[in-house]
């Protein structure tokens, strides 16, 4: 039995990304605000200290500040055919635990996603035909536009203090900049991180074969920075512990340097950590969300009552809450019916190796966002017609930053130990380099996420179980994008190259990123989508979920700016138009 607390304005599950901008966000706007965090309070100085925090046994190996399955894990298969299995280790993916979330070990990288993307099904039919799309893929339009977007994506990147250089700025196309990137209402707000040498060859070569590169999106600061909520950020110093690490410089965007030390300190919001969110309450009808169950560190079940309920968890958490909880209708492949679980969809990493015989790339010089790229081959900028497939790559070098344990870069056919092998690491560690192709994973119908009807967590509620394989569509595109970054490395003139295009099955065991998206989509019809361009959930005109949850598919760029851009979206929806007609859906 819960003990049931005092009521609130509104409750917020999750203090990551998008759950810090939207508490602050309503706090600012005169609510009272409780935010509720599965893992512990993180902060800087106390866990990512500069003494400690370039440990990689303990974060990379060990994985420190992700979730423990312990807690909570999934179940996974390639197809309903299959018996899904728990994942033990978490290996394809790393969700993250405790204030800032995944976005504590983060890369930095800070794309915003192309207009059409926002409008696929529409824009794929248009150019390519009403009858283009094949039936293995279950592309949707977003229910909004780039003209709604944009202006988030700019309050989210001067939050995050992000450095680059814009290609399109005012409808002006900008030298240096990415020039297949939507319109901007303004510039970065830092410049570009300065370049290594890896991205610095990669784009002259891109460059002298009439591509045209850019300094990647980083949300990790090139100078001194302090964003509009009065938080001060330092310069990147490239040392090489970004991606699965915190930053002990402050460099680094989460929602610990940016949005949560500012929050913490007003007056009328009260963070809870160590609190396990169990089930969204609902009036009788299921029209109405009444708040949150939750059980404490201690095992102590509480009710926490609120007018506004807002999950903004991991994609996983936010699917498997409204599964358990009963919001909407359970999606089935067979039947294609229902929306709570469907359009799953992941990522498609792809890579060239080069092995050169004369270079030294200094490769422990490195950050997670820093590095060079183009956009030639990544979602619609190239013609379809013809090839088989759709989507595509975001095509860079990005040198995060070779470690002791994990870089021990040798060619095939290198023994895994032995003397050949330390000779090997030795010839090779500072003249390796990749060339990485990020790319599109267009859902599917038999890619969907539902409950597990044999594997239960430590509370015994259902694990969330994946059911997802790559399509023909995306096998078919890797290959082509692989061949075409191939061709880039080629010209640089290595001693050897590797290409590695994804291929199937997915595997869950090896680590590809922790892009997952979909699952309780949005869009402007209830029978194809859970929640609204608002992130509202449909019918339940109270709830909100926000988050990568929210992606009808995933394009060829990593998603945190997306995240950031909807969290401030969902923000506006509940404070300029939900709180003028409490319980009432958004129709503006």
């Given at each position: 039995?819960?003990?049931?607390?005092?009521?609130?304005?509104?409750?917020?599950?999750?203090?990551?990304?998008?759950?810090?901008?939207?508490?602050?966000?309503?706090?600012?706007?005169?609510?009272?605000?409780?935010?509720?965090?599965?893992?512990?309070?993180?902060?800087?100085?106390?866990?990512?200290?500069?003494?400690?925090?370039?440990?990689?046994?303990?974060?990379?190996?060990?994985?420190?500040?992700?979730?423990?399955?312990?807690?909570?894990?999934?179940?996974?298969?390639?197809?309903?055919?299959?018996?899904?299995?728990?994942?033990?280790?978490?290996?394809?993916?790393?969700?993250?635990?405790?204030?800032?979330?995944?976005?504590?070990?983060?890369?930095?990288?800070?794309?915003?996603?192309?207009?059409?993307?926002?409008?696929?099904?529409?824009?794929?039919?248009?150019?390519?035909?009403?009858?283009?799309?094949?039936?293995?893929?279950?592309?949707?339009?977003?229910?909004?536009?780039?003209?709604?977007?944009?202006?988030?994506?700019?309050?989210?990147?001067?939050?995050?203090?992000?450095?680059?250089?814009?290609?399109?700025?005012?409808?002006?196309?900008?030298?240096?900049?990415?020039?297949?990137?939507?319109?901007?209402?303004?510039?970065?707000?830092?410049?570009?991180?300065?370049?290594?040498?890896?991205?610095?060859?990669?784009?002259?070569?891109?460059?002298?074969?009439?591509?045209?590169?850019?300094?990647?999106?980083?949300?990790?600061?090139?100078?001194?920075?302090?964003?509009?909520?009065?938080?001060?950020?330092?310069?990147?110093?490239?040392?090489?512990?970004?991606?699965?690490?915190?930053?002990?410089?402050?460099?680094?965007?989460?929602?610990?340097?940016?949005?949560?030390?500012?929050?913490?300190?007003?007056?009328?919001?009260?963070?809870?950590?160590?609190?396990?969110?169990?089930?969204?309450?609902?009036?009788?009808?299921?029209?109405?969300?009444?708040?949150?169950?939750?059980?404490?560190?201690?095992?102590?079940?509480?009710?926490?009552?609120?007018?506004?309920?807002?999950?903004?968890?991991?994609?996983?958490?936010?699917?498997?809450?409204?599964?358990?909880?009963?919001?909407?209708?359970?999606?089935?492949?067979?039947?294609?019916?229902?929306?709570?679980?469907?359009?799953?969809?992941?990522?498609?990493?792809?890579?060239?190796?080069?092995?050169?015989?004369?270079?030294?790339?200094?490769?422990?010089?490195?950050?997670?966002?820093?590095?060079?790229?183009?956009?030639?081959?990544?979602?619609?900028?190239?013609?379809?017609?013809?090839?088989?497939?759709?989507?595509?790559?975001?095509?860079?070098?990005?040198?995060?930053?070779?470690?002791?344990?994990?870089?021990?870069?040798?060619?095939?056919?290198?023994?895994?130990?032995?003397?050949?092998?330390?000779?090997?690491?030795?010839?090779?560690?500072?003249?390796?380099?990749?060339?990485?192709?990020?790319?599109?994973?267009?859902?599917?119908?038999?890619?969907?996420?539902?409950?597990?009807?044999?594997?239960?967590?430590?509370?015994?509620?259902?694990?969330?179980?994946?059911?997802?394989?790559?399509?023909?569509n995306d096998l078919r595109m890797a290959q082509y994008v692989t061949e075409k970054t191939a061709e880039i490395?080629?010209?640089?003139?290595?001693?050897?190259?590797?290409?590695?295009?994804?291929?199937?099955?997915?595997?869950?065991?090896?680590?590809?990123?922790?892009?997952?998206?979909?699952?309780?989509?949005?869009?402007?019809?209830?029978?194809?989508?859970?929640?609204?361009?608002?992130?509202?959930?449909?019918?339940?005109?109270?709830?909100?979920?926000?988050?990568?949850?929210?992606?009808?598919?995933?394009?060829?760029?990593?998603?945190?700016?997306?995240?950031?851009?909807?969290?401030?979206?969902?923000?506006?929806?509940?404070?300029?138009?939900?709180?003028?007609?409490?319980?009432?859906?958004?129709?503006?």
């Amino acid at each position: 039995m819960a003990t049931k607390l005092p009521p609130t304005d509104a409750v917020v599950v999750g203090l990551g990304w998008a759950g810090a901008i939207i508490a602050n966000q309503l706090v600012d706007a005169g609510l009272r605000v409780v935010g509720v965090e599965r893992g512990p309070w993180r902060d800087t100085a106390k866990d990512f200290n500069i003494a400690s925090v370039t440990d990689e046994l303990r974060y990379a190996q060990r994985q420190e500040l992700m979730l423990r399955t312990a807690q909570n894990t999934i179940t996974m298969r390639n197809n309903p055919s299959q018996t899904a299995l728990p994942m033990r280790q978490w290996g394809s993916f790393h969700p993250g635990n405790g204030t800032g979330g995944a976005g504590n070990h983060w890369a930095g990288i800070t794309f915003r996603f192309q207009p059409e993307e926002f409008r696929l099904k529409s824009h794929l039919e248009e150019r390519y035909g009403a009858d283009s799309i094949p039936d293995e893929l279950s592309l949707q339009d977003w229910g909004t536009d780039w003209s709604e977007m944009e202006p988030h994506y700019d309050a989210f990147e001067k939050i995050a203090g992000t450095s680059g250089r814009a290609g399109n700025l005012i409808g002006g196309k900008q030298a240096g900049g990415n020039p297949f990137e939507g319109e901007r209402s303004s510039d970065y707000p830092n410049p570009p991180l300065k370049q290594p040498y890896s991205p610095t060859l990669f784009a002259d070569t891109a460059r002298e074969m009439g591509y045209q590169p850019f300094p990647v999106p980083a949300s990790l600061v090139s100078q001194t920075y302090t964003n509009p909520l009065g938080v001060t950020m330092g310069p990147c110093t490239f040392c090489g512990f970004c991606t699965n690490y915190g930053c002990a410089n402050y460099s680094k965007a989460s929602a610990i340097t940016t949005v949560l030390p500012a929050l913490i300190r007003k007056d009328n919001f009260e963070a809870r950590t160590h609190c396990e969110v169990l089930q969204v309450t609902t009036d009788s009808a299921g029209r109405r969300a009444t708040g949150i169950v939750y059980v404490d560190s201690a095992g102590r079940r509480w009710e926490q009552p609120a007018e506004i309920v807002v999950i903004a968890a991991f994609t996983f958490e936010n699917v498997r809450l409204m599964l358990t909880s009963n919001i909407g209708e359970a999606y089935d492949p067979a039947t294609r019916r229902g929306t709570t679980g469907r359009n799953y969809a992941y990522q498609t990493a792809n890579n060239v190796q080069l092995f050169f015989d004369n270079k030294n790339f200094n490769p422990y010089i490195g950050a997670g966002a820093v590095g060079m790229g183009i956009d030639e081959f990544n979602n619609d900028n190239f013609d379809h017609s013809g090839l088989g497939f759709f989507g595509g790559g975001s095509t860079r070098v990005t040198p995060i930053g070779a470690t002791p344990i994990n870089a021990r870069p040798t060619p095939p056919g290198t023994p895994r130990w032995g003397s050949n092998w330390k000779r090997a690491t030795v010839d090779n560690y500072a003249s390796t380099m990749s060339i990485g192709c990020e790319a599109s994973n267009y859902s599917s119908p038999n890619n969907y996420l539902s409950l597990d009807p044999t594997y239960r967590d430590r509370l015994g509620r259902p694990l969330l179980r994946i059911t997802f394989d790559f399509t023909d569509n995306d096998l078919r595109m890797a290959q082509y994008v692989t061949e075409k970054t191939a061709e880039i490395a080629r010209r640089m003139n290595p001693r050897q190259i590797v290409a590695n295009p994804r291929v199937g099955p997915w595997d869950g065991r090896p680590y590809q990123s922790s892009h997952v998206v979909g699952g309780f989509i949005m869009g402007a019809d209830p029978s194809t989508s859970s929640v609204n361009k608002y992130l509202q959930v449909w019918g339940v005109p109270n709830l909100f979920v926000v988050g990568a949850s929210a992606f009808p598919q995933n394009p060829g760029y990593n998603p945190t700016g997306t995240v950031g851009a909807l969290a401030f979206k969902a923000a506006d929806g509940i404070v300029n138009h939900y709180l003028r007609n409490p319980g009432e859906m958004i129709s503006t």
